[in-house]
């Protein structure tokens, strides 16, 4: 099969660089949704989601390269910086809730503390951040893969 989507799809060097970026993406895909899917309450970098959650970096690396290249919406415009942005958003929260809490613990004694707030509700406010990123990553991804769609009418 990805013999046959490769050879169907390489008219020119770029084509083919451009099925083969695809279905390295699909692979990584796959590896984080189908064979290592999210186990237990917390998948940020667990110990036993470690493949699920590196592939899962890949794949969404691959969104801001498949934006640029493959589907032509550009890193200057809103929908790029705002994939970026909010990429970067969404992983600072992971990041902080990786391996068992254990660099949100060090952000929070350095600088929140619990004069502002209680571990736990920091805590919640890193899930629900991460949930809320991870969910703007894919509605940026479809406005900016849709915003050069044109309907032309039939004369």
Same mark, same amino acid.
């Given at each position: 099969?990805? /013999?046959?989507?490769?050879?169907?799809?390489?008219?020119?060097?770029?084509?083919?660089?451009?099925?083969?970026?695809?279905?390295?993406?699909?692979?990584?895909? #796959?590896?984080?949704?189908?064979?290592?899917?999210?186990?237990?309450?917390?998948?940020?970098?667990?110990?036993?989601?470690?493949?699920? /959650?590196?592939?899962?970096?890949?794949?969404?690396?691959?969104?801001?390269?498949?934006?640029? #290249?493959?589907?032509?919406?550009?890193?200057?415009?809103? %929908?790029?910086? =705002?994939?970026?942005?909010?990429?970067?958003? /969404? =992983?600072? %929260?992971?990041?902080?809730?990786?391996?068992?809490?254990?660099?949100?613990?060090? #952000?929070?004694?350095?600088?929140?503390?619990?004069?502002?707030?209680? #571990?736990?509700? %920091?805590?919640?406010?890193?899930?629900?951040?991460?949930?809320?990123?991870?969910?703007?990553?894919?509605?940026?991804?479809?406005?900016?893969?849709?915003?050069?769609?044109?309907?032309?009418?039939?004369?």
């Amino acid at each position: 099969m990805a /013999c046959a989507f490769l050879m169907a799809s390489t008219k020119t060097i770029a084509d083919g660089l451009k099925a083969a970026f695809m279905l390295q993406m699909y692979v990584a895909g #796959f590896v984080t949704v189908v064979l290592t899917p999210m186990q237990g309450p917390d998948v940020a970098l667990g110990s036993t989601d470690a493949l699920h /959650c590196y592939a899962a970096i890949l794949y969404v690396a691959d969104h801001v390269v498949a934006n640029e #290249f493959v589907l032509g919406v550009k890193l200057t415009s809103p %929908f790029g910086i =705002g994939f970026v942005i909010i990429s970067l958003l /969404c =992983g600072i %929260f992971q990041l902080l809730r990786a391996e068992n809490d254990k660099y949100g613990r060090l #952000f929070y004694m350095k600088v929140i503390g619990s004069r502002w707030l209680s #571990f736990a509700v %920091f805590k919640w406010a890193l899930e629900v951040g991460f949930m809320l990123t991870e969910n703007a990553l894919f509605l940026v991804f479809l406005f900016g893969m849709t915003s050069e769609i044109r309907i032309v009418d039939d004369v």
